[in-house]
């Protein structure tokens, strides 16, 4: 299969599975990519792009065993948080700004941590047990887990495209 035939959601995956396999990446691209980490002892495997995007978005606020979530973000020049919100989000970072100036506007809710550098992303979800970040793939990955992305899950027939679902 060709990498030009895939969605960047799906060469992420298989970025991240090539990883896995072979213990480092195996792709390249001038494009930015991404791993979404979390602590080792987060039960967490694999994630839906759409629960990814509601936990840093605190739409979801709790993982599966209560514990309260903790999302990290990239400052908002990052190339990685560029990629990771364009992909997580399907929205550029300045939508999600702007998402975030209303939420804190209303009271609802205040954003995540943002930190300037990678490191502090990882030595962040390695000191927390609850927290989820995401670092360049060129990170060196030591002490935190890499989440796996899956798929949407299908439509039911007749549900129209998958645009129409959205």
């Given at each position: 299969m060709s990498l030009l035939g895939l969605s960047r959601r799906g060469f992420v995956i298989l970025v991240t599975s090539g990883f896995l396999l072979s213990g480092?990446?195996?792709?390249?691209?001038?494009e930015a990519r991404y791993w979404i980490i979390v602590h080792p002892e987060n039960p967490a495997v694999t994630l839906r792009r759409d629960e990814v995007s509601k936990l840093f978005l605190k739409q979801i606020t709790r993982w599966?065993?209560?514990r309260p979530a903790v999302p990290i973000d990239l400052v908002v020049a990052a190339p990685?948080?560029?990629a990771f919100s364009r992909e997580v989000h399907r929205r550029p970072v300045s939508a999600i700004k702007k998402y975030w100036q209303q939420m804190v506007?209303?009271?609802?809710?205040a954003p995540p941590?943002?930190?300037?550098t990678e490191d502090?992303?990882?030595k962040m979800v390695r000191d927390n047990p609850a927290a989820i970040g995401y670092v360049s793939d060129e990170a060196t990955l030591k002490g935190v887990k890499i989440l796996d992305l899956a798929a949407p899950p299908a439509p039911p027939s007749g549900a129209g495209?998958?645009?129409?679902a959205r």
């Open positions: 480092g990446p195996t792709a390249t691209s001038s599966s065993d209560g990685t948080r560029d506007f209303s009271g609802q809710s941590p943002e930190v300037a502090e992303v990882l495209s998958p645009a129409a």
